[in-house]
T-cell receptor, first 115, second 115 residues
Framework: GAGVSQTPSNKVTEKGKYVELRCDPI?????LYWYRQSLGQGPEFLIYFQGTGAADDSGLPNDRFFAVRPEGSVSTLKIQRTERGDSAVYLC?????????????FGNGTRLTVT | AQSVSQHNHHVILSEAASLELGCNYS??????LFWYVQYPGQHLQLLLKYFSGDPLVKGIKGFEAEFIKSKFSFNLRKPSVQWSDTAEYFC?????????????FGTGTRLQVTL
């Protein structure tokens, strides 16, 4: 079946611009996660949704980062006033929420480059 | 707060050599533990997981890991590596309370298998 889909796969933007990154989870997965991975590092947690609501947004680095999931399926990560330090691979994952032993299924990520 | 430490950042082995990658975690409660693998150009994939029961868990492609509670460790092993095992390996922990919650990753170990 279809896995987690992320678009675009690559995004290059200028410093100060606004970007949106999209994630389509696996059908039926109610939990959705955003992670950020910098070169040589492990994935760093940003935010986790259970259904439409953000259950844990403790990983968002500052108020320039925001994520939504209005219908409990597709999610969009929004970054305002981008900075060069935001350059990273942004990963989305989904799981069969409500079960703490449900593994995360990851997408291929969006590589964001801020010039 | 939960955290994961992977001590080996880069490991180079010859084909048929045995592999052990270290993983230690910190969490004040019961945990679920995971190993994920990322092959070059691919997304993160689940290698194996521990939730409860037998502390020795077997995963795909001949990998196994042992949960040693007293040492807060979950080391990954494979008796004989293949060239196709060249990849980055990530250990991850999730607190075993409530519903699905965030997964915390280590910084990863890059494994290079030579012919």
């Amino acid at each position: 079946g279809a896995g987690v889909s992320q678009t675009p796969s690559n995004k290059v933007t200028e410093k100060g611009k606004y970007v949106e990154l999209r994630c389509d989870p696996i059908s039926g997965h109610t939990a959705l996660y955003w992670y950020r991975q910098s070169l040589g590092q492990g994935p760093e947690f940003l935010i986790y949704f259970q259904g439409t609501g953000a259950a844990d947004d403790s990983g968002l680095p500052n108020d320039r980062f925001f994520a939504v999931r209005p219908e409990g399926s597709v999610s969009t990560l929004k970054i305002q006033r981008t900075e060069r330090g935001d350059s990273a691979v942004y990963l989305c994952a989904s799981s069969y929420g409500g079960r703490r032993n449900s593994p995360l299924h990851f997408g291929n990520g969006t590589r964001l480059t801020v010039t | 707060a939960q955290s994961v430490s992977q001590h080996n950042h880069h490991v180079i082995l010859s084909e048929a050599a045995s592999l052990e990658l270290g993983c230690n975690y910190s969490y004040g409660g019961t945990v679920n533990l995971f190993w994920y693998v990322q092959y070059p150009g691919q997304h993160l994939q689940l290698l194996l997981k521990y939730f409860s029961g037998d502390p020795l868990v077997k995963g795909i492609k001949g990998f196994e890991a042992e949960f040693i509670k007293s040492k807060f460790s979950f080391n990954l092993r494979k008796p004989s590596v293949q060239w196709s095992d060249t990849a980055e390996y990530f250990c991850a922990v999730r607190g075993n309370t409530g519903t699905a919650s965030k997964l915390t990753f280590g910084t990863g170990t890059r494994l290079q298998v030579t012919l």
